[in-house]
């Protein structure tokens, strides 16, 4: 029992369950005592008409029933237990170094800055300067769609360059390479599949490495590379299409440009909050 009580996560548990309650009914501190949390738990009007506000929203029952005055009594005895296990809890000093809970208390501080701050709604021309200024953010990339012969250098050893070097004298020759004849002259699979599609920079360069993403990029239509050597094996790439970067509209992308508008300022109103408090410390670096 006392290996589990020392568990990480069940002072999670225990403490989160409780601010989390106490967060939903009065927004700070679950119930009034008198100085340091004791023994005396004090129901008070305002918790019991959280109570009942959240028994009529989450359980739709009437108030003045049978049914509505027992979810009552059940959601009071889960705050009262919620209540005891937070405080015993904190008497058995659970919280102190536990990141779960020091990063709850952190998210906390930077909510109540942000309430604090009694920020304004954003405006039309804030969200049109903010998507006009990163207009990079809200653009499709350049990508291109590839067909791929691979030649697995495990499979096939030394053979693996020369099978791949003898398809490519085939396309050079002028002779027909289709798909299914790529297909069957390699040795395809999920993780080296015949045909990619709408690659961008960061795919490319996770397959073929730097230079070979850059060279596929730089295509301007459809045609064939020549062999490309990987850690694994051989590569045979046809550019079958080339997909422009496309800049997104204002109103297709509002949510985003909205949303990143938010944090960045939200970001702004925590800094500051955090340099004026900043002052009282004294940062020893030992």
């Given at each position: 029992?006392?290996?589990?009580?020392?568990?990480?996560?069940?002072?999670?548990?225990?403490i989160?369950?409780?601010?989390?309650?106490?967060?939903?009914?009065?927004?700070?501190?679950?119930?009034?005592?008198?100085?340091?949390?004791?023994?005396?738990i004090?129901?008070?009007?305002?918790?019991?008409?959280?109570?009942?506000?959240?028994?009529?929203?989450?359980?739709?029952?009437?108030?003045?029933?049978?049914?509505?005055?027992?979810?009552?009594?059940?959601?009071?005895?889960?705050?009262?237990?919620?209540?005891?296990l937070?405080?015993?809890?904190?008497?058995?000093?659970l919280?102190?170094?536990?990141?779960?809970?020091?990063?709850?208390?952190?998210?906390?501080?930077?909510?109540?800055?942000?309430?604090?701050?009694?920020?304004?709604?954003?405006?039309?021309?804030?969200?049109?300067?903010?998507?006009?200024?990163?207009?990079?953010?809200?653009?499709?990339?350049?990508?291109?769609?590839i067909?791929?012969?691979?030649?697995?250098?495990?499979?096939?050893?030394?053979?693996?360059?020369?099978?791949?070097?003898?398809?490519?004298?085939?396309?050079?020759?002028?002779?027909?390479?289709?798909?299914?004849?790529?297909?069957?002259?390699?040795?395809?699979?999920?993780r080296?599949?015949?045909?990619?599609?709408?690659?961008?920079?960061?795919?490319?360069?996770?397959?073929?490495?730097?230079?070979?993403?850059?060279?596929?990029?730089?295509?301007?239509?459809?045609r064939?590379?020549?062999?490309?050597?990987?850690?694994?094996?051989?590569?045979?790439?046809?550019?079958?299409q080339?997909?422009?970067?496309?800049?997104?509209?204002?109103?297709?992308?509002r949510?985003?440009?909205?949303?990143?508008?938010?944090?960045?300022?939200?970001?702004?109103?925590?800094?500051?909050?955090?340099?004026?408090?900043?002052?009282?410390?004294?940062?020893?670096?030992?």
């Amino acid at each position: 029992m006392t290996r589990i009580i020392k568990e990480p996560f069940v002072h999670f548990l225990l403490i989160g369950a409780a601010v989390f309650t106490a967060s939903y009914l009065l927004g700070n501190s679950p119930a009034e005592s008198e100085g340091e949390l004791g023994t005396r738990i004090v129901i008070t009007s305002k918790i019991m008409s959280a109570l009942k506000t959240r028994v009529e929203k989450i359980d739709r029952s009437k108030p003045g029933t049978t049914e509505f005055k027992e979810n009552v009594q059940k959601e009071l005895e889960l705050f009262v237990q919620n209540e005891i296990l937070y405080r015993e809890g904190l008497a058995r000093k659970l919280d102190e170094n536990d990141i779960e809970v020091k990063y709850r208390l952190i998210d906390k501080m930077k909510m109540m800055a942000l309430e604090q701050s009694s920020l304004e709604p954003l405006t039309e021309s804030e969200i049109t300067e903010f998507y006009e200024r990163n207009i990079q953010l809200f653009s499709k990339p350049r990508r291109v769609s590839i067909w791929q012969a691979y030649f697995d250098k495990k499979k096939r050893g030394e053979a693996a360059r020369t099978d791949c070097e003898t398809m490519w004298q085939q396309v050079q020759s002028g002779g027909e390479v289709s798909q299914e004849m790529l297909a069957a002259a390699g040795d395809q699979s999920y993780r080296h599949p015949g045909e990619l599609q709408n690659q961008v920079r960061k795919q490319l360069v996770h397959r073929f490495g730097t230079q070979v993403a850059q060279e596929l990029l730089a295509v301007q239509e459809p045609r064939w590379l020549e062999p490309v050597e990987s850690n694994t094996g051989w590569h045979l790439l046809r550019v079958t299409q080339v997909h422009s970067e496309d800049t997104l509209p204002l109103d297709q992308v509002r949510f985003h440009v909205v949303s990143k508008l938010k944090a960045q300022r939200d970001k702004r109103v925590v800094d500051v909050f955090y340099q004026s408090l900043k002052k009282k410390y004294r940062v020893i670096i030992n």
